[in-house]
Every structure is written in C-alpha cells, then in structure tokens.
C-alpha cells in the first residue's frame, strides 16, 4: 500500500479532541505527509420563516466564526500547520468535510469519534457519515 499525501484532520474542539489532533499529526509524519485543518462551524438554526430559533443576540455567528478560528489557530500552532492549510468554514459539517477533502485531494481524514445515545444514535454521526461519503479513507478515533 502506498503511504498518505495529505492528511485532513476535521477538528470538533471537543474536551478529549487533543489525541485527534494527535493522532492526525502522529500519522502525517509517519508518512511524510501534508497535515490539513478544518473546523465546521453549524449553520444557525433557523424556523420555517427564517426567524432565528435561538435568542437573537448581537453577531451570534460572528463570534462564533472568531472562536473557531482562534482555536484553529492554536491547534496549527500546536501541531505545526501553516494559516494557508487551516480554514474555518460554515455549514452541514458531514457536506462541508467531504467537499473540503475532494478540494484539498486529502487521502486520509482523520475525526473523532463519540458515543453517541438516544436521538444523536438514531441520526447518526458525522464519523459515520464521513464513512459512506467521503472520497479517501477515514480514521475515526474513539474517543
């Protein structure tokens, strides 16, 4: 089997997220290869009438782009990688990692993988998603 080129880790900032980063870092030395990151920010809740479902407060998404894209700063900076492999995007994560590891032609992505109960079992979770669709391997990493 040929070694990874490009290992796309799809950061969550979760409490135990640290041993994914690690992981995604551990391999793409392993293979000498191009560590990518990215982050999802969700899309805003939104009822039929497209009115906010949540409290309407002062640039709510705004703060929340600032927030993932400090952390994903402090994350390259720990982990080695350069402000032009870190981006920070909005939307479906499932949909938004997909595109972004056939935009990047990443081989690999790496994500955590949660124990998911009740309503969260029933939907599914991204790592499974990600399974199903995404164009190259995927590690999840239990957590």
Do not use: W
């Amino acid at each position: 089997m040929e070694g990874y080129q490009h290992v796309l880790l799809a950061a969550d900032f979760q409490d135990d997220s640290a041993r994914v980063g690690e992981r995604a870092h551990d391999l793409a030395q392993r293979y000498e290869a191009q560590l990518s990151l990215l982050h999802v920010v969700e899309n805003m809740p939104v009822e039929p009438g497209n009115e906010l479902m949540i409290p309407p407060t002062a640039n709510v998404e705004q703060e929340m782009l600032a927030n993932a894209e400090r952390r994903l700063r402090q994350l390259g900076e720990r982990l080695g990688v350069p402000d032009a492999h870190r981006e920070v995007r909005v939307g479906q994560t499932k949909r938004e990692i997909i595109e972004h590891a056939q935009e990047c032609g990443a081989d690999l992505v790496v994500v955590g993988s949660h124990s998911r109960h009740g309503l969260a079992l029933l939907l599914g979770s991204t790592a499974n998603a990600l399974l199903h669709g995404a164009p190259c391997d995927v590690l999840a990493v239990r957590l």
